[in-house]
């Protein structure tokens, strides 16, 4: 999740400083690396999806989530 953030907040930032004709072409190729970081963790983008809704949507998923997040040693 952390990685997916990191792109995002990057290519956000290249979409704002881009002129407008170059918006759409840097938003396609975010979606291809976001989805690349996706799938190089195992994960489709689906399943990817599915967990988050899922955690939005329950408490106890959600904990779980941040619990797995934490580096080791530190939970």
Known sequence: MEQVANVKKDYQQRIEAAPTPDKQRIADEANTVLAKTVTDHGLTVEEYTAILVAAKD?????EKLIQRMKPPGKQ
């Open 58 to 62: 329950d408490a106890g998923v959600r």
